[in-house]
């Protein structure tokens, strides 16, 4: 994992006096709200529905456990002793005051955190795959160029009022667990024929109002140009992204008004202005921070376990949760440990500080200190030996955290929705909550397979709707809440944007209406065929029938 | 509006010049870039010093065959929040401009430090705030990550201090 050096943890301490400083001239009145907004969004700060919210960075979604141990002290200090893990690999804390808010950081800095750029008009927390590091289809980990991406968009003076807010997304590994498709830039790891690697560079996804799946730059940039061309990108948004409408502002509305052809063409040309120079400073620091990423130390072990084979035998309920939510791993006899942030009937990426605090201790003992945050709002353990699998999973059961939904129905993304948010136009918790009890089942959730439910309270699609194999979006019509669903989304890979089946329905009717389209699946899926390839098969057409035919 | 130049609040010697407003023998006059480009022929031989004031939207190559003879460029923030501003300056600093480039409009005291180390060296700012709240404003930061920064005597960039035996890399070296 990164540890700051004395730079690092210096830049932080002086971000955080900067913003006491700020914070104070505000409540003595020597800053307007306007002024101060963008200065306290930059530092993470929402004013929301009910209280100031706190977005707390989680670069690349690596936290170690006396890291995730203070996001535990935070919550129960200056929350409510719970907080929200997010589809960006932040933590959110709901109800904090504006005058605790530079003590907050203070105490995240003490600990190499900060919530530096987890809003504002600016480059945001840079995400990647959650099993970087241990995934078995991994070129390399992603996370050392997202470590760099991280310090070189921290405060960048050029670059901190953007048309619009800014998302990178890197992924290592040829099946994309980060949605680099639709992000704002996302960076794609591959090889080339003479063994070197380097980066395909993606510009101009995201979802909102208008989704689109970004397109290629370039298909092969070579890692020490990385920087500079990224620069590139950026003032050519930062120039020509569109101000006059903040809901066309983002660059994906830029690349689609050029084209892909004459935007590419902008890029290049401001790219050859400035080439890549003088970039040994730049590969030593990448190769600097490569060390911290360096594999744990992994014991030699076997690939059968046989008490992790024996566990599973005597006790069903473990070997459920084993074939659902663990993940093989680069090494023998270790795995990837999925902790559902998900059960029934709970708010998605919802964790008490308890819990918090079963999971760190879990990672110092057995994921060599080490805990990732999916951008699915889960937790993951990277590093457990097989031989602990057990241990493990009687630890997060007794900490209600041993859900073996990971992946299925009941692991659904939900953005916090009217429940907290100013800007949404209906409730997503509620919604996702009665899901979740629709399909509590878990023999059901296993037949139905691998299944991505994602749900957005408002069009800003911050629950990734338009990327959910089933979408749900929560819309207001003269003031009833009603939700319209779309089908076949995908971030993967093969990214793709889910389209509207037909009228909307109300809160209530939503459960059903999954489960006559899920029931759609199952009659018609051949053998082994999951929904999204189902779906991808058959078009609409058989669940438009089977959702409107009564009406 | 009090002008603010090396930390102190200076008298500004440039006299904006109205596009139909006739040439003055000497002094330091700044016009637009539609004037210049229109009166290049009368102004390349302009004997004072020659500004020219860009609005957000104009291109830096724009000023390409002019820049020689041009000693400030006069970039505008017509909100704090646009920050189109930061690339034309960045862009004239890397392609070489070496004379005043000052900043005009809505400028901040918390605004100050990245104008600054774009390469900004005058800022038109707002009367609300004393000369001292303007001192300090631009110095909260002693590290940046970002190279080739226009940096003040008390910052340092962080990845050239960590990499010793590799020079800071500036495209020029710059008072600020």
């Known amino acids: ?551 | 509006m009090p002008l603010l130049k090396n930390d102190a609040f200076v008298n500004d010697a440039w006299v904006s010049l109205a596009d139909d407003a006739e040439v003055p023998e000497n002094g330091s006059i700044i016009v637009s870039l539609a004037r210049l480009e229109r009166d290049w022929d009368q102004l390349v031989s302009f004997t004072g010093l020659l500004g020219v004031r860009l609005t957000n939207t104009d291109k830096v190559e724009a000023l390409e065959s002019y820049i020689s003879q041009i000693t400030l460029v006069v970039l505008p923030f017509p909100a704090f929040a646009d920050g189109r501003s930061y690339s034309i300056a960045r862009g004239l600093r890397l392609d070489g401009y070496r004379g005043e480039l000052r900043a005009e409009g809505n400028v901040l005291p918390d605004q100050l430090q990245y104008m600054r180390q774009v390469g900004f060296d005058s800022f038109a700012v707002s009367d609300r705030f004393p000369l001292q709240v303007w001192q300090s404003a631009g110095k909260q930061m002693s590290l940046a990550y970002q190279r080739g920064l226009f940096r003040a005597a008390n910052e340092a960039e962080v990845w050239s201090a960590r990499h010793r035996g590799f020079e800071p890399w500036e495209e020029q070296p710059h008072a600020g």
Request: charged residues 25%.
């Open chain 1, 1 to 551: 994992m990164y540890r700051y050096d004395e730079f690092d943890a210096k830049f932080v301490n002086e971000r955080t006096a900067q913003f006491r400083d700020q914070a104070n001239r505000r409540l003595k009145g020597e800053l307007t709200e306007d002024e101060f907004r963008p200065l306290r969004l930059m530092n993470g700060l929402y004013l929301q529905l009910h209280a100031y919210m706190l977005r707390v960075a989680i670069p690349y979604g690596t936290l170690s456990g006396a890291q995730m141990r203070q996001l535990a002290y935070i919550a129960e200090k200056w929350d409510k002793g719970y907080g929200h893990f997010t589809t960006r690999q932040n933590i959110q804390y709901n109800w904090i005051k504006l005058e605790d808010a530079a003590d907050i950081l203070q105490a995240l800095a003490d600990v190499e955190m900060h919530a530096i750029q987890t809003s504002g008009n600016c480059i945001r927390n840079v995400t990647t795959d959650h099993w970087a590091g241990a995934a078995v289809d991994e070129l390399a980990d992603p996370r050392p160029v997202g470590e760099l991406i991280r310090q070189w968009s921290s405060l960048h003076p050029e670059f901190s009022y953007l048309p619009r807010k800014f998302k990178f997304a890197i992924t290592g590994a040829p099946h994309d667990r980060a949605a680099v498709k639709v992000h704002d830039i996302g960076l794609r790891l591959h090889k080339n024929a003479a063994g070197d690697l380097g980066w395909e560079v993606l510009v101009g996804g995201g979802q909102g109002r208008t989704p689109l799946v970004a397109v290629t730059v370039r298909e092969f940039l070579p890692q020490n140009e990385l920087v500079a061309y990224l620069e590139a990108i950026m003032r050519v948004y930062n120039l020509y992204g569109r101000r006059d409408n903040k809901y066309k502002a983002r660059i994906k509305i830029l690349v689609h008004e050029l084209g892909a052809e004459k935007f590419r063409a902008e890029v290049e040309a401001e790219y050859a202005k400035h080439p890549a120079q003088q970039t040994q400073v730049e590969e030593a620091e990448l190769a600097r921070i490569a060390k911290y990423f360096a594999l744990p130390s992994f014991e030699k072990l076997s690939r059968f376990a046989p008490h992790f084979e024996d566990a599973k035998l005597s006790t069903p309920e473990f070997a459920r949760w084993a074939r659902n939510n663990l993940a093989a791993h680069q090494v023998d006899g270790y795995t990837i440990v999925n902790i559902s942030l998900k059960p029934e009937g709970g708010i998605p990426g919802d964790a008490s500080a308890e819990q918090m605090r079963v999971m760190a201790r879990l990672a110092e003992r057995y994921s060599h200190n080490e805990l990732r945050v999916s951008h699915a709002q889960n937790i993951v353990l990277p590093h457990v030996r097989l031989e602990d699998a057990f241990e493990v999973w009687k630890a997060l059961k007794e900490a209600d955290l041993a859900t073996a939904n990971y992946g299925l129905a009941g692991d659904i993304i939900a953005c916090p929705g009217l429940d907290y948010c100013s800007l949404a136009t209906a409730r997503s918790i509620p919604v996702a909550q009665a899901i979740s009890r629709k399909f509590a089942d878990l023999d059901k959730q296993q037949d139905y397979g691998p299944l991505k439910i994602n749900i957005s309270g408002c069009i800003n699609a911050c629950g990734h709707h338009h990327v959910g194999h089933i979408g749900i979006l929560g819309l207001d019509k003269k003031g009833e809440e009603y939700y319209q669903i779309t089908l076949g989304g995908s971030s993967s890979e093969h990214a793709s944007i889910g389209t509207i089946l037909g009228p909307g329905f109300a809160a209530d009717e939503v459960p059903d209406a999954i489960e006559t389209i899920l029931n759609t699946y199952v009659k018609l899926r051949h053998s082994g065929e999951d929904f999204l390839s189902a779906y991808r098969r058959v078009g609409p057409k058989p669940f438009k029938e089977a959702l409107y035919a009564a009406a």
